[in-house]
């Protein structure tokens, strides 16, 4: 009998110790993404994605790592890079280490709203971070060819304004390639005939505990819709597919643990259908 308790005890301390570890991992994912629209004088494109920063810090493993995986071009922040009560100077040295690695531009998330965004927008201005708060910018190549990097401010709060995110700002010709971030995925099923080529968004922390069979302990459509990983819809009037990424993000929510959603960061290579491998 005693052995039987025994052995349920250290295997419940051994799935503690495992969910402690997924929580802290730091996972840079490689990937190729092959936009149809993606102009060939971006082919090649290095984007680091990272999102759910939350209470977290940064390490220099991290950006370490991702240099010796031929760094990036730019990097998003896909909302939450804190929460409630999570010392502003912890945020600084996370945006700092971050732009080590290249430009950075970010998202507001739901829990960069649990207390006012002033000292926090602040800090990243101060530290040339670009937040996109429901606006766009035009990333441009020398040969005059260009890609819009568009930036929702957090749906989940009620702050989103997508027509003024996505405004064309190029005439009435065709909709340049459009990178959207979002910290909330469901935006996907809110385009509206909209033209975006590649939402980028976090929110759901793949589930954070997801058991098998069951799934994510937590139940929210959102996480059940969007779980994780990629998901895509059609623009019935333009036939164009948009491709959502979502990530299991880089922090957590209430406890620093993980199970079935190992933290992560994204470096993705984007690739034009022009490409001569393509």
């Known amino acids: 009998m005693w052995w039987i308790i025994g052995a349920a005890a250290a295997a419940a301390v051994g799935m503690a110790a495992w969910m402690v570890v ?50 990036a071009d730019l990097v998003c922040i896909g909302g939450d890079l804190k929460e409630g009560g999570v010392p502003l100077e912890r945020s600084r040295a996370n945006v700092r280490m971050l732009s080590r690695i290249g430009p950075v531009y970010a998202v507001y998330g739901n829990h960069d709203y649990d207390e006012p965004r002033g000292p926090l927008d602040a800090l990243l201005r ?35 304004r997508l027509a003024q995110a996505l405004h064309k700002g190029q005439g009435n010709g065709e909709a340049p390639f459009t990178l959207l971030l979002s910290h909330d995925p469901n935006i996907l099923s809110r385009l509206k005939g909209a033209d975006v080529d590649l939402i980028l968004a976090g929110h759901t922390h793949g589930g954070q505990i997801t058991l098998p069979i069951y799934g994510p302990l937590l139940r929210s459509p959102e996480i059940l819709t969007y779980l994780s990983g990629w998901h895509e819809a059609v623009n019935e009037q333009t036939s164009l597919t948009t491709r959502l990424y979502v990530s299991t993000g880089f922090g957590t929510s209430k ?21 001569p491998g393509a």
Do not use: Q, W
């Open 22 to 71: 997924e929580a802290y991992r730091c996972r840079v994912i490689r990937e190729e993404v092959h936009l149809t629209r993606l102009p060939l004088s971006f082919d090649g494109l290095r984007l680091l994605f990272i999102s759910d920063i939350h209470r977290r810090t940064i390490p220099e493993r991290l950006v370490n790592a991702i240099l010796e995986a031929g760094g």
């Open 126 to 160: 101060e530290e040339g971070v670009r937040p996109l708060v429901n606006e766009f910018i035009m990333l441009s190549r020398p040969d005059g060819s260009h890609i819009k990097l568009c930036g929702l401010d957090d749906p989940i709060t009620g702050r989103a």
């Open 255 to 275: 406890l620093p643990i993980r199970f079935g959603a190992p933290a992560e960061s994204k470096l993705f290579i984007l690739r034009s259908a022009d490409h």
